[in-house]
């Protein structure tokens, strides 16, 4: 079975706020699992985009989070 990490795992582990994770998870940019209420990041994902060096969207609309994740 995979390693799961809660949001405050994974947003230290990617240096950021726990309510930003939570905001990439709403905006669908990030891989979670949802188990009952509790929501979970895969470790694998949270490597994923480490290695990737993606830079993901902080602080701006959902729209254009939407246009940097299509570009």
Not at 39 to 65: F, M, N, T
């Amino acid at each position: 079975m995979e390693k799961m990490l809660t949001v405050s795992q994974a947003a230290q582990a990617w240096g950021v706020r726990p309510a930003t994770v939570r905001s990439w998870i709403w905006k669908r940019q990030i891989e979670y699992v949802k188990v009952s209420r509790a929501v979970r990041v895969p470790a694998e994902e949270v490597q994923r985009v480490i290695d990737s060096g993606r830079q993901l969207a902080i602080g701006c609309s959902r729209s254009h989070a939407a246009a940097e994740v299509r570009a």
